[in-house]
């Protein structure tokens, strides 16, 4: 490092002043001469008014010595280096004038090739202080911008570790944190559907949503109370805060969930631990606030959830109706899927709308029960191959890690929707095949006069029920489905050259006329009409 350093000259000999000042050429040497003296006196007045680097200076001198002149020196500039001219009369003075902090002192008599060695001296002892007080400087510059950093670590072991007073106290003056040192509140804030309005962002959005909600409540803390924020998670956000003498605890955090919902498109869930005197009872605040904001589960989010106005809540599994849960199974069994859906959601209404609603985990553990019997309930009626869907979704139910009720109720309500799919599929192909067989016979004996019932025997079924299912499949009444193969029969039959009334009598139609005003009404032609059409 090179620096221009000053250096005065002070001596009661003029030539001696002139000779150190003018003969060497100090700018070689990075010093420049701010100014001489002749005494003591003015030597402090000149040391006052240019504040030197280096001061030579004989020891003895009218009006003020050296030693005297190097106490007060000392006093207002203690980095200053004084090297003294001395006899060897002198000595006993030099080495008190090094007592006092005087840098060096030089025997006369001297050559200058002596002041310029014992001045560069001073000089590179004064280049290595300033080089120090600089890495010092930047040390401490890295320590400031480093200190949120610091703090937030702190903040973090508080949190996570119980400790004792004393190891919680350690570094609290060290890293200047900004709370009073009694009595303090967590406030756990999270982001709402923060994954799903995110996922297709850049980066840089995703940071500049976070550092909007970090800096509103850090601003909403600010004003009416000391509090230090920072970010826990990807969506969420720790304050500790002293309580306020004028607004509870609950209004504060009211305020800083209407502001992000003000300043910000998007909404937060917060929740608050109960207030601890000492630092070190800080991670008891925390873990209440966390189970406050696990109630985010019931609403969805968008609210503020104190630990404190919590009531109890029972630790074993919610049960809802006996029946329900019965009534839930037949229907899955039949693939009626609307009504299955209606008694989930009369389930978890019924389950969530106690007078003590359950702990989030505790739902979740009826929702993993709920899951397994309805996987039960559809192995005793689909293929290994269709239970694989059924049994992805109840281990994904299973292992949601992270959750809601609506969430929760949705998927278990989905797995319901796969298999009632699978069971309503099969149903389908079932009624087709007894409608094909049906179809089938009917061609083979077109000549039968067969009732709905006589058909429906066919397949084992009732006849209104095998009415039913035949008309959804084939869109035809059973009654019009034979008129309408007898007609196609009967233009077959035209076509071959067959007359009316044999035609008739081989399709079970005794009256001819009858006949014909079926076929017409079939086809808009009468057997004749359409016979003489075709057969040119």
């Given at each position: ?23 060497i ?34 020891i ?28 060897f ?19 006369k ?27 010092y400087?930047?040390?401490?510059r ?17 949190l ?65 109370t ?22 509870n ?12 919902n003000?300043?910000s498109k ?9 207030e ?13 606030a ?35 849960e ?41 929702c993993?029960?709920l ?17 694989e ?12 890690s ?14 319901c ?107 808009g032609m009468?057997?004749?009409e359409?016979?003489h059409?075709?057969?040119?």
């Amino acid at each position: 490092m090179t620096i221009e350093l000053r250096m005065c000259v002070i001596d009661d000999i003029k030539t001696v002043v002139q000779g150190i000042a003018n003969q060497i050429n100090w700018e070689n040497y990075g010093i420049c001469i701010a100014g001489t003296a002749s005494n003591g006196e003015q030597g402090i007045d000149l040391i006052k008014e240019t504040e030197p680097h280096i001061v030579l200076t004989d020891i003895r001198m009218p009006k003020k010595d050296g030693l005297e002149m190097t106490r007060q020196v000392l006093d207002m500039f203690p980095r200053t280096k004084i090297v003294f001219l001395s006899g060897f009369t002198d000595f006993d003075y030099a080495q008190e004038a090094l007592r006092l902090g005087a840098f060096d002192y030089i025997v006369k008599p001297y050559t200058p090739q002596k002041i310029i060695e014992v001045v560069l001296k001073a000089k590179q002892s004064i280049e290595e202080e300033i080089s120090e007080t600089q890495r010092y400087s930047e040390m401490e510059r890295k320590l400031r911008e480093s200190l949120p950093y610091l703090r937030q670590e702190y903040f973090q072991l508080l949190l996570q570790f119980r400790t004792t007073p004393e190891q919680a106290k350690k570094r609290w003056d060290f890293l200047n944190i900004a709370l009073e040192r009694e009595s303090f509140i967590v406030m756990l804030t999270e982001i709402d559907q923060f994954t799903e309005q995110t996922e297709t962002l850049p980066m840089q959005e995703v940071e500049l949503i976070r550092f909007t909600v970090h800096n509103i409540l850090e601003e909403s803390l600010r004003e009416h109370t000391k509090g230090f924020v920072f970010r826990d998670q990807t969506n969420r956000f720790v304050a500790i805060f002293n309580p306020s003498a004028f607004l509870n605890a609950e209004t504060i955090a009211e305020r800083c969930r209407e502001n992000v919902n003000k300043y910000s498109k998007y909404t937060i869930s917060i929740g608050l631990g109960e207030e601890v005197q000492e630092i070190h009872q800080i991670s008891y605040s925390y873990s209440q606030a966390f189970a406050a904001l696990s109630y985010n589960f019931y609403t969805g989010g968008n609210t503020v959830y104190s630990y404190r106005n919590m009531s109890p809540v029972p630790q074993t599994l919610p049960r809802y109706s006996p029946e329900k849960e019965k009534e839930l199974f037949y229907c899955l069994r039949s693939g009626n899927l609307q009504k299955a859906s209606g008694i989930v959601d009369e389930l978890f209404e019924e389950t969530v709308n106690a007078s003590m609603p359950p702990a989030p985990e505790v739902v979740k553990g009826m929702c993993d029960e709920l899951a397994f019997l309805i996987n039960r309930v559809f192995s005793e009626k689909l293929t290994l191959e269709e239970m694989e869907k059924i049994e992805r979704q109840q281990y994904y139910i299973k292992n949601l890690s992270s959750y809601k009720l609506k969430e929760l109720q949705d998927n278990i309500k989905e797995m319901c929707r796969i298999g009632c799919a699978f069971i309503q599929k099969r149903h389908v192909e079932d009624v087709n095949q007894v409608v094909e067989q049906v179809i089938a016979h009917i061609r083979q004996n077109l000549s039968s006069n067969m009732t709905v019932n006589d058909y429906a025997k066919l397949v084992y079924l009732s006849g209104s029920y095998f009415a039913n299912l035949f008309k959804k499949v084939t869109g035809m009444t059973v009654t019009q489905f034979v008129t309408s193969e007898r007609m196609e029969q009967t233009k077959a039959m035209l076509l071959e050259g067959k007359q009316v009334q044999e035609i008739a009598q081989a399709l079970g139609y005794e009256d001819r006329r009858h006949f014909s005003e079926l076929f017409k009404k079939h086809t808009g032609m009468t057997p004749s009409e359409f016979k003489h059409l075709y057969t040119k």
